[in-house]
């Protein structure tokens, strides 16, 4: 089902099921007066439980918009009614249906917040599947479940808290890590600290502010990607805060776009 809809100037966007054994609804929004750079499968944040295609409208649209990359965004089912692996495999479905649409072109997978953390797990599951990814792209993405790390105590006031986090994961994922597979035997991880390596794994283009809670994750992956030999573009873009993507004078699309558009690790 299609439903093409177009808004501004340089923006067009439809909304489409994909096919499958659970129709996945998903919205796409295509670049205008430029060519097609790519595609970029993309999760939106929302602790894993909140959030849908539609509130990140703007945000996707502006990526789009900027990057010059066609953007599907994508509806996937929330926590808890349906835990790990139920947003990660629908991830993977709208991948494999960008895949088919590619035709050549560049194809990458991305996210904010908890969708960044899905965004990863999916390009660990395309690595272990032989599904060539241009880039991963994730914009300040928790991905330890404790929420362990020194940035997560700096700023009692600071969002999100670690123990409203830790309640979110435990909602998502459960009380402890619980091996999880798809139909093909691929392991589908909650967090990439579940994968016993990182290598070989897409090209990662992350951004956090240097202020944000979940800063030490995003850096932590970034080092333990570098080890491993993956290319790794680690942005700081000043004063973005911890869901940065939905500011509209926000300054996180921008880097991203850019990042897109020439600067791919």
Known sequence: MVMPMTTGERRS??????????PLPVQVYRPQDRPEAGLLVW???GSWQHGSAAEW???TAALAAHSGWSVISVDYRLAPRHRHPSAVRDVLTALAWARDQAAGSPLAVGGDSAGGTLAACAALAARDRGLPLAAQVLAYPPLDPTCGSPSYHRSPSAYPQASVLRQAWRAWRGTGESAAYDHDGTRLYSTPWEAPSLAGVAPAVL???????????????????????VPVRLLHP?????????????????????????DLP
């Open 13 to 22: 966007w439809s909304r489409l099921v994909l096919p499958g054994a659970r």
């Open 43 to 45: 999760a939106h944040g």
């Open 57 to 59: 409208h703007h945000a």
């Open 207 to 229: 951004a956090v502010g240097r202020d944000d809670p979940v800063h030490d994750d995003v850096v932590t992956y970034a080092h333990r990607l570098r080890r491993v030999g």
């Open 238 to 262: 000043p004063g973005a805060a911890h869901g940065d993507i939905l500011r509209p004078d926000g300054p996180l699309i921008h880097h991203l776009a850019r990042a897109l558009r020439k």
